[in-house]
């Protein structure tokens, strides 16, 4: 497996938190649950120009079908994917609130959602960026088109301050409930506050320390073979290990102890289903 990453120069690395490539031999075809991170991604299906996205149904697994070049929004639950579309794979993980200087709709209009690139720049764009990135020549040369692409869309619109501030905060102590003293530290009200971080970020700030929480804990987990989840609750902040169970399960699908019982390369990659 070829995995490659960069953080992009100025302007964007304040926006952008990585550029990305992977690349895969041909797997067993099988389902995987790709757990919320928080962060919005576009994604470059370069194998096949195809997004398939599954979904429990009564009888097995409905399939939805979109372009090859997605914008997923911030996701408050986990996704199903299968492997086949994974073997020769380009993206870019935004920082919170990154998508709006690139793409100027608020971030909540993506929530829970893959919208096609196309949709959002135009058909002429989607294609060009897909064309030029078939047409690089070696992995680094695929981050620079992916690097001059962002570039040419850039226009600087920065993050309100309140915003801004809110998640600097959240980030110094994740697992640390800091909303309300966010609150009292800007000068916006709570509902406008709330409103404005919901725009440039996708989801409210509850919902956002929620995920935060939880990628905390699911790193932790990802770490080790022998974990003590009581420990690791209360260290990520939960009231207990029921509250700590429940969250688990609500955003990954899973109890702690099931993802841990699954191997995984990705701390937010699970298998789950292996086709016969």
């Not at 962002?150 to 809110?166: E, G, K, N, S, Y």
């Not at 989801?203 to 080790?224: D, E, I, N, S």
Request: proline share 6%; charged share 20%; glycine share 4%.
């Amino acid at each position: 497996m070829l995995y490659l990453q960069r953080r992009p120069a100025p302007p964007l690395h304040a926006h952008v938190e990585c550029i990305w490539l992977c690349r895969n031999q041909p797997r067993p075809l099988a389902l995987e649950r790709v757990l919320p991170t928080g962060a919005a991604q576009l994604i470059v299906n370069l194998s096949e120009d195809e997004t398939r996205m599954y979904a429990q149904a009564t009888d097995g697994f409905s399939c939805r079908v979109s372009s090859g070049t997605v914008l997923t929004g911030v996701s408050t639950r986990f996704q199903i994917i299968d492997t086949a579309e994974q073997q020769f794979v380009a993206g870019i993980v935004f920082r919170p609130g990154g998508t709006l200087p690139l793409i100027g709709s608020p971030a909540s209009e993506f929530t829970d959602a893959d919208i096609d690139l196309e949709n959002l720049c135009g058909r002429a764009c989607s294609w060009r960026l897909r064309e030029l990135l078939l047409a690089a020549t070696d992995p680094e040369t695929t981050l620079d088109v992916l690097e001059r692409w962002l570039t040419a869309l850039f226009r600087d619109r920065p993050r309100h301050p309140a915003v801004a501030f809110a998640l600097a905060e959240f980030h110094t102590q994740p697992f640390v409930a800091r909303i309300d003293a966010v609150k009292q530290a800007i000068s916006l009200s709570p509902k406008r506050f709330i409103e404005r971080f919901k725009t440039e970020v996708g989801v409210t700030p509850k919902r956002y320390c929620r995920l935060l929480r939880f990628q905390r804990a699911v790193a932790a987990a990802h770490a080790t073979q022998l974990v003590d989840w009581t420990q690791l609750a209360l260290d990520c902040g939960y009231f207990d290990q029921a509250h700590f169970i429940h969250e688990f399960r609500e955003f990954s699908g899973l109890t702690p102890s099931a993802y841990q019982s699954v191997p995984r390369l990705f701390q937010n990659h699970v298998t789950f289903l292996q086709a016969s």
